[in-house]
């Protein structure tokens, strides 16, 4: 067999992407050496971002078998070294584009990316659940998916996904998310902190900075969807958000319980002052199959929290905001879908054909079936007789 070219090399190195920038690593200065031997051994020099990546076993796996599949490789020599401040330098300008000033690409015209936040009046009734469900279903369906956990008193969304204790890898000035298994990237405000365990005591600003720091510090590349898990109630992040990405959408999560779909129309309320549009309500916990007679086969539902506050909700937001509010999905409770949060797998990858996952994968379909692109965004404007 003849003896591969550097350029075949170079060609198998473009198909290896960095796991959290998600380009090739041709395209990002990481690859600084490629040499052929006669005998067809080959030995790259790969520069890491930054010195300890997480992520250097990924890129050494995928590295060694792309050029190993190169016809006449008879051996890899893979050297991992580490950029120089200048080369980070060069590669954070090749990330913003050249762009010195920061912005949130979400925001801006031009903006592809559909932009949902998750929202609800109380804690507890399943808003990050239903947040890492959706992401992963749409996944799922082949988008490339970005989720910002916002939510400040929970900060679940990490652990949901099954990287509770990952940092994110900071490149010159810009941050990138934390690579999932499934393919997701998320960024939380937990991940702002110095330390796990340390307690988010911040206010209106800081709570500011630390969201726009999420969506324009970070380098998200070019996402179909970008899901927010917003804390619950009226507060401060969900004013910001409204100030800085008035074209997200909504969707309110609640429980059939009648104080907490009280609570979930003001969040909806709230979000509509703020000019974004709110897309359906899901209610969760909507009840529990009662399992001695899932057994025989019987369709016994004991209803938990009670009944309709999703209808409600639904109901009461149209009937305020004149358009149609849709229940988009009810999601029953069960075992599965909180363990499976626990171990960081979701239901529906964990236990996809359990009920609760298929109706989260129904309501993902929903949303991906709105389709990407700007039709339907907010102008941002607000209508005089809206309240
Ligand atoms: P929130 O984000 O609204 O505070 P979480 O998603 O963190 O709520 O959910 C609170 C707890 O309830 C978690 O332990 C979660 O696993 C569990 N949970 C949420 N929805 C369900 C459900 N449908 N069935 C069983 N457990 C659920």
């Known amino acids: 067999m003849s003896t591969p070219t550097i350029e075949q090399v170079t060609a198998a190195l473009a198909g290896v992407q960095d796991p959290e920038i998600k380009r090739p690593i041709t395209e990002l ?18 520069l890491l971002t930054v010195a300890g990546c997480p992520l250097k076993d990924t890129i050494n796996r995928d590295v060694t078998a792309a050029v190993t599949a190169v ?62 469900n959706l992401a992963l279903s749409l996944a799922k369906q082949g988008l490339k998916v970005g989720v910002v956990d916002a939510d400040i008193y929970g900060h679940s969304v990490p652990a ?32 702002l902190k110095p330390r796990r365990d340390q307690v988010v005591a ?16 970070v380098y998200w590349g070019d996402l179909d969807v970008l899901l927010l898990d917003l804390p619950p109630g009226t507060g401060d992040v969900a004013i910001s958000l409204g100030q800085h990405l008035p074209n997200a959408e909504v969707v309110v999560v609640t429980t059939p319980q009648e104080a907490a779909a009280e609570v979930a129309e003001r969040a909806g309320t709230m ?21 001695h007679c899932t057994e025989e086969g019987k ?20 009937e305020r905001f ?19 949060g626990d171990v960081g797998k979701p239901i529906v990858e964990s236990d996809p054909a359990a009920p609760a996952a298929r109706v ?15 039709a339907g965004m907010q102008l941002g404007l607000t209508p005089t007789s809206k309240f």
């Open 202 to 217: 911040w206010r209106g600003p800081m709570l500011d900075r630390a969201l726009v720091q999420m969506l324009s510090d």
């Open 299 to 318: 369709d016994h539902r004991l209803e938990v929290f009670g009944t309709g506050g999703g209808e409600r909700v639904a109901r009461t937001l149209s």
């Open 29 to 46: 200065g990481m690859v600084e050496r490629v040499d052929v031997g006669a005998d067809g051994a080959v030995s790259v020099t790969v």
């Open 322 to 340: 004149g358009y149609d509010v849709p229940v988009l999905g009810s999601i029953p409770l069960d075992l599965s879908l909180r363990e499976g």
């Open 160 to 191: 949901m996904l099954g990287v509770a204790d990952s940092r994110p890898t900071q490149v010159d000035d810009l941050i990138m998310p934390v690579p999932t298994a499934s393919g997701v990237s998320v960024i939380s405000i937990g991940m």
């Open 360 to 374: 989260l994968a129904q309501v993902a379909e929903k949303l991906s079936g709105r389709g990407r692109g700007l």
């Open 71 to 132: 016809p006449g490789v008879t051996g890899v020599d893979l050297t991992l070294g580490v950029m120089s401040p200048e080369q980070r330098g060069e590669l954070g300008e090749t990330l913003r584009g050249g762009q010195a000033q920061r912005e949130i690409p979400f925001a801006q015209p031009g903006s592809l990316t559909k932009v949902y936040a998750i929202a609800s009046g109380k804690g507890g009734v399943g808003k990050s659940s239903v947040t890492v």
């Open 271 to 291: 979000a509509s002052m703020m000019h974004q549009r709110v897309i359906g309500v899901v209610e969760n916990m909507s009840y529990l199959p009662c399992p």
